[in-house]
């Protein structure tokens, strides 16, 4: 398995000289969660974007990274604004893969509950998982791509 982190809320932290949260260019939040875990997985950080910054290149550099490494299991960091747009791109290329987006509504630095939990049911959906496809983790919840996405009113990912 190898977790790809595209950056999004899940990795933010607070920048104290602008006050600002900013997607820093590291892989601190998954680390820091995975080193609860008595599995060692790699961990390659490739874009480093809030998700409303992601457009078809970064999902292209997304797919080479995909097409190109020996593993067929990904775990993908990434925003949940634009966490379904990426997914479905995804899904129109790969049918071979097995591929588990995840994200967090607050920062792991802010609320360390919600990155962890998401990140540890996407890890053990993905080593349970027989079917290749394309999936989105969050609130609890795994589903094909296509059936669950953010509702922005309440705040959260539901099964549609």
Request: aromatic share 10%; charged share 25%.
């Amino acid at each position: 398995m190898l977790i790809l982190n595209t950056g999004g809320t899940f990795n933010k932290r607070y920048n104290k000289i602008n006050g600002e949260l900013e997607v820093p260019y590291d892989n601190y939040a998954i680390e820091k969660i995975l080193e609860s875990f008595t599995s060692q997985y790699s961990v390659a950080g490739v874009i480093y974007k809030d998700s409303l910054d992601i457009d078809t290149n970064d999902r292209k550099m997304l797919t080479s990274i995909i097409m190109e490494s020996v593993e067929d299991t990904f775990l993908i960091v990434h925003g949940t604004d634009t966490m379904h747009e990426s997914a479905e791109f995804l899904s129109t290329i790969f049918t071979n893969k097995k591929i588990v987006f995840t994200g967090s509504m607050k920062p792991f630095e802010i609320d360390t509950i919600e990155s962890t939990l998401n990140l540890g049911v996407a890890i053990g959906f993905l080593k349970s998982l027989e079917k290749y496809g394309v999936y989105i983790c969050m609130n609890g919840n795994v589903e094909s791509w296509d059936k669950i996405e953010k509702n922005r009113q309440k705040g959260k990912f539901e099964l549609v």
